[in-house]
RNA sequence: GCGAGAGUGGUGAAAUUGGUAGACACGCUAGAUUUAGGAUCUAGUGCCUUAACCGGUGUAGGGGUUCGAGUCCCCUCUCUCGCACCA
């Protein structure tokens, strides 16, 4: 073989990855430091790889290779999310059991994986349907049982009654069903809960101690939504009841002039006057067949009204109407608030639209024309009643003035809001983990510990059962069962549990993948954890990084783990978009439509692809050449017709999916590796180019060259065991410690640009000192491992190049000859003066040289210098005045 | 609406603490070589001006600080992501 073709070397690394176990994780070496680097790992489906996979996974390979060469101990894992709905659905459609479907896909997913040269070790796989993994998903739900985390409650689900089945949130789509287009409701039935509001405190606060994106970490707080405040009582005028309420605004009670329940609220029955109860029951009848969309879109102008009935407000004994309003969810808080429409835009907006009275209490803005929110220096006013008075305080004084008073009174407390709510954890799925739960007498009865795990039946059909209960609860002889312990006729619990579940413990389990007395065996959890570095996806910035969080917390709780926190840093590759797509668009006659109109256009629209000779850029965007728009038959315009010039996320129904194993097969895992590191920052969103896929092959190429003469296939004869010059080896010390850098800060793809300019300057070189260049090959291999070990081993050497040791780069050969300054006059460069690097901290030897540089010598000459600037090493530069 | 982030060539992108903007690559242009190539090599390539040098201009737009701003400060615009009546 002569050419660089990575169809032959690449399987034959890979076998010999495998084979050797090259990459198997020493467990008993608890010398060396440890690096636990983790990818989140994927739901193998039955399309196969994405190129986005890989971009998350190469970054963490080539880290885990590099750290491996560093001297660090690396734990670099694999495994599959394969509990989930596509695999049930297929079963359903086809009747082939989600085990087989599931056994066919993860091999696909761990066949593409390898082909692209990861250097996981296997031997930790781990799979979430797997009985002697989920043995322990379920060990840890009876943990949460164990510690009142785990409840049961009625709760409503999305309800198909066409289907006969209960929909995923995904499933739904504008109240529909997604497949058929059935409506869907809400309908209460018994979950499983999981109690996460109780951590909410501690998943918030321990936020701070992670190397965390900010966004991630802001999006978890306004997920967890902490809000302070306080509870307030008001009395109901004539009944015995009292309306609770949560505000964050106690300083503003003087300014409720009204109060407002949520349709759903209790009381509503019982404040409703006679007179208004019909126009009430209507009301609540309405809101309740709005969709959660209708009823919580901000722009629609708020509906509401009038029960009739009145409350007191505690502070000053102020009658005030109560009104039943659906922008008041019941959800939250009380599901009832005391309006102060001074304060609170949306309760301005309410009573602008009902004529009810505004009245402000803390001075600083103009009530009559908005709602005047600031709540730090706005003062308090119109706020005494006997015994107290707010008057004159700023708005947190006045809060903890009030809170205390209240407490004083008995009319409410300060008070903790979260909005995070508790974690619906039942799915009525075949395709699940099952929940370790009988039911016995109508009780919840948790299954013993040591006889789980608790397998999925066999089950003839994957249907539901109709009545939205799990295609479980249709096996009688699964169902019904005794209780060990009593001998009582029990019922087994037909919920599983949600594909959230596997996933949240997933990085603990792969420590000790065999381990029988618990998770994860003590202590290898006490050396390997936390997680040093874990890359996935933004979409799971909040769902699966919570909910991991709070098992990790309460594993944490029970001595199970030693780390309060799973994941120390985090950083999320960003999408891999399609290719740029150009794009004209025609409406129903074949008339030219701008992309403006086109997004609005109601009629048959025609989208013509271009391609980059259609098309050019001028200062107003791309538009059409004029010869391919009279291609088109648009000749009879005038000016320029604009087209759109972007790139979409790729799908199936765009065409526009790019498949791993094609790229692999044109060009190699090497070049796909690299490509998807140069691409750009890995946490950004970026758009394929197969173009720039090639030009990373060409490099890979260029390298081959620099080691094999093409024709003969042998190692060049420029290799020599020579001694490397100073020219070269300033440019190998330059490319170990860019390349070391950025590697260490995650810039693959500046470490990527210097390993081309090393090859650039290495092909120019007429004697290729073999030390330099093996050293290079060191550099490349975590990026290009395939090409890396096969020119190694070429060279002559035995051992795997990822044996090596990592270089270090030495500061003396970086130093340059000379330097070269650029000379400034007034700020502006205007000639470049190079010199001796032994001369060029000197001032006035620069200063001088510098002033007689003809150019310079003209701008001087032209003006009067009035001061100079040296910085060494950096810059000179002449003011100059006329 | 609120919160976070980002706007740099024809394209993906580089640019230590403020110090020669556009590294590296794609694309394009010209040339060489080859039976041919979408292979390889050489040279050029922000824009305007020029035969070339010189020069002008340029990091979304406007203003400011500074000897000097892509980088720091203020305002405006656009885009992306997240949340969205959470009291």
């Excluded at 394929?688 to 490099?699: D, Q, T």
């Amino acid at each position: 073989m002569s050419e660089y073709n990575p169809s032959q070397i690449e399987p034959k690394w890979q076998s010999f990855w495998l084979e050797n176990k090259t990459f198997k994780t020493d467990d008993t070496d608890r010398t060396r430091p440890k690096f636990y680097v983790l990818d989140m790992f994927p739901y193998p489906s039955s399309a196969g790889l994405h190129v986005g996979h890989p971009e998350g996974y190469t970054a963490t390979d080539i880290l885990a290779r590099y750290k491996r060469m560093k001297g660090f101990n690396v734990l670099h894992p694999m495994g599959w999310d394969a509990f989930g709905l596509p695999a049930e659905q297929y079963a359903v459609k086809t009747g082939t059991h989600p085990r087989e479907t599931t056994r066919y896909n993860i091999a696909q997913f761990r066949r593409q994986l390898q082909a692209i040269g990861f250097s996981y070790d296997w031997d930790r796989e781990v799979d979430t349907t797997d009985p002697a993994y989920f043995r322990w998903t379920q060990w840890i739900f009876l943990q949460l049982y164990k510690q009142g985390l785990a409840y049961e409650a009625s709760v409503p689900v999305n309800w198909c009654p066409a289907l006969g089945t209960v929909l995923a949130n995904e499933e739904v789509i504008d109240g529909k069903s997604e497949v058929g287009g059935f409506p869907v409701i809400r309908k209460p039935m018994r979950q499983w809960m999981l109690k996460i509001t109780a951590y909410a405190e501690r998943l918030l606060n321990d936020l701070d101690e992670l190397d965390w994106p900010d966004s991630v970490k802001e999006m978890q707080r306004n997920w967890i939504g902490k809000s302070v405040g306080a509870d307030v009582q008001f009395q109901v005028d004539g009944h015995d009841e009292i309306i609770e309420v949560f505000t964050t605004r106690p300083d503003t009670l003087w300014g409720a002039t009204y109060m407002v329940l949520a349709p759903e609220h209790p009381l509503v029955d019982v404040i409703t006057t006679p007179e208004q109860r019909e126009d009430v029951q209507a009301y609540r009848n309405e809101a309740s067949l709005k969709s959660d969309l209708d009823r919580t879109d901000t722009r629609k102008k708020k509906t509401g009204i009038f029960t009739g009935g009145y409350a007191i407000n505690p502070v000053n004994d102020a009658r005030i109407p109560v009104w039943v309003a659906d922008y008041v969810l019941i959800s939250y808080g009380t599901g009832a608030i005391m309006a102060v429409p001074g304060h609170d835009e949306r309760d301005w907006e309410f009573a602008r639209a009902f004529g009810l009275p505004i009245v402000e209490v803390v001075a600083g803005g103009d009530v009559e024309q908005a709602a005047y929110t600031d709540n730090q220096d706005g003062v308090l006013t119109n706020s005494s009643a006997t015994g107290i008075t707010l008057d004159g305080l700023r708005v947190p004084d006045a809060k903890k003035q009030i809170i205390q008073w209240l407490e004083s009174h008995g009319k409410g407390q300060g008070t903790i809001n979260y909005k995070l709510r508790d974690w619906l954890f039942s799915r009525q799925r075949y395709w699940g983990e099952p929940i370790p739960v009988i039911h016995v007498d109508g009780q919840p009865k948790p299954l013993d510990e040591a006889s789980l795990p608790l397998e999925l039946p066999e089950v003839e059909k994957y249907e539901p059962s109709g009545t939205g209960e799990s295609p479980l609860s249709l096996i009688e002889s699964w169902v019904n069962t005794t209780d060990p312990q009593t001998g009582k006729p029990a019922r087994r619990e037909t919920n599983t549990m949600p594909q959230w579940a596997g996933s949240c413990w997933y990085y603990l389990r792969y420590i000790s993948p065999d381990y029988e007395l618990g998770p994860v065996d003590p202590e290898k959890e006490k050396y390997w954890m936390p997680v040093d570095m874990y890359v996935g996806g933004a979409e799971h910035a909040v769902l699966h990084l919570l909910y991991a969080r709070f098992w990790h917390k309460v594993l944490f709780d029970l001595g199970v783990v030693s780390t309060k926190e799973p994941f120390q840093r985090l950083v999320n590759q960003g999408m891999i978009l399609g290719e740029m797509e150009y794009t004209l668009f025609l409406d129903e006659n074949g008339g030219y439509l701008s992309p403006e109109q086109a997004e609005r256009y109601d009629g048959e629209l025609t989208r013509i692809k271009l391609t980059d000779e259609d098309i050019e850029k001028t200062a107003t965007g791309f538009v059409l050449k004029a010869e391919a728009a009279s291609l088109h038959g648009l000749s009879g315009h005038d000016g320029e017709l604009a087209i759109e010039a972007r790139s979409y996320k790729m799908s199936k129904s765009r065409g526009n999916v790019i498949n791993p194993d094609d790229v692999i097969k044109e060009y190699g895992a090497d070049a796909l590796r690299l490509y998807e590191m140069f691409m750009g920052p890995l946490e950004q969103v970026k758009p394929w180019s197969m173009r720039g896929v090639e030009g990373v092959y060409r490099f890979l190429k260029r390298v081959w060259r620099v080691f094999v003469d093409d024709r003969s296939g042998t190692l060049n004869e420029d290799l020599h065991q020579a001694e490397p010059s100073r020219e070269q080896l300033k440019v190998l010390h330059e490319t170990i410690k860019k390349v070391t850098e950025d590697i260490e800060g995650g810039r693959y793809n500046t470490a990527i640009s210097q390993l081309m300019i090393f090859n650039n300057e290495a092909m120019k070189w007429d004697k290729k000192p073999l030390e330099v260049m093996q050293t290079f090959l060191v550099l490349l291999s975590p990026f290009a491992p395939h090409i890396a070990e096969e020119l190694w081993s070429r060279l002559g050497n035995a051992q795997t190049i990822a044996a090596e040791h990592w270089p270090a780069h030495n500061g003396e050969y970086l130093v340059a000859d000379s330097f070269t300054y650029a000379i400034q006059v007034n700020g502006k460069v205007r000639a470049t003066l190079e010199l001796p690097a032994t001369q060029a901290s000197d001032k006035t030897t620069v200063l001088e040289l510098a002033k007689k540089e003809p150019l310079i010598a003209r701008y001087l000459a032209e003006g009067n210098l009035v001061k100079e600037i040296f910085v060494p090493l950096k810059i000179v530069n002449f003011v100059v005045k006329p």
